[in-house]
């Protein structure tokens, strides 16, 4: 039974076999006639028994217009419409083989779907496979990062963020390491201190200060000069050079696994993405 302000709709069934040929008798009260007849529309379904019919004139007698809706032949949900409701009709699968084919793959089709379009343009885990990034992210933690912001929103990673990014040797592999250097930005290394355009960083997130000197070189265009946070235990920009903006896949957002914890994406500290393996 369904109702709107003015209106009572009781229906013979809840849930209607959509076998093509069953019915459910359905009467439409009104508080108010709306004339000698009603002008009523489905979705799904018919109107007839013999033939597709969605529209049709119901005679109103004594404020009720009472009507038969044949069945659809597919699960799913339709709509009897008229003045002032909208009634929901739902049809229920017959069969296993039915509701597999109508209900239950398409189901699974959409839900692989969206994953597949979350994990490549809004949010994907990751795995921790190397020590590289420690103190900031351990071996065997997984964590969430934000792709949405830089695949499709367009932006460009800040000093400090941790990036996951396609190694520029290998793009198959995924690394994750801090960014340090930005497009034009000057780096080096210097007496256990990094320094940008000429500035020491601060960094309490490293695992201890590097142990070897990097002379200065200037980030092109479009990249990015990054760092692991565990100086002396990582390869990565001071190994293999920079990182291309393309290469870019997203910022690590938190650990959601051993310890849920969120990271920390500041200046002036470099961010991480998917350490070497």
Request: proline share 7%; with cysteine.
């Amino acid at each position: 039974m369904g109702s709107r302000p003015g209106v009572e709709i009781l229906s013979e069934r809840a849930k209607t076999p959509a076998d093509g040929s069953s019915s459910t008798r359905i009467c439409i009260r009104f508080k108010d006639t709306p004339g000698e007849s009603v002008h009523l529309r489905l979705s799904k379904g018919s109107f007839s028994e013999s033939a597709i019919q969605r529209e049709i004139d119901v005679p109103v007698e004594n404020n009720e217009a009472n009507l038969l809706v044949y069945a659809h032949d597919r699960p799913g949900v339709g709509w009897l419409s008229g003045p002032g409701f909208r009634h929901k009709i739902e049809f229920v699968a017959v069969s296993f083989m039915q509701g597999l084919l109508y209900e239950w793959i398409p189901t699974i089709v959409m839900a692989l779907g969206l994953a597949l379009v979350l994990k490549s343009f809004v949010v994907a885990s990751f795995y921790i496979p190397s020590g590289s990034m420690e103190n900031t992210l351990k071996k065997g933690d997984l964590l969430i990062a934000d792709k949405l912001s830089f695949k499709l929103l367009g932006q460009d990673p800040q000093r400090g963020d941790i990036m996951i990014f396609r190694y520029p040797k290998d793009p198959k592999k995924d690394y994750i390491k801090r960014v340090i250097g930005l497009p034009g930005d000057s780096v080096r290394v210097q007496d256990h201190t990094v320094y940008v355009n000429g500035e020491a960083l601060i960094e309490d997130y490293i695992a201890e200060d590097p142990d070897f000197d990097y002379p200065s070189v200037t980030v092109p265009e479009d990249s990015y000069f990054v760092m692991g946070d565990n100086r002396n235990h990582s390869s990565d920009s001071r190994v293999w050079g920079f990182v291309p903006r393309d290469n870019i896949e997203g910022r690590a957002l938190f650990v959601f696994w051993p310890r849920p914890r969120l990271l920390d994406n500041h200046e002036p500290v470099a961010v991480a993405a998917e350490p070497e393996h």
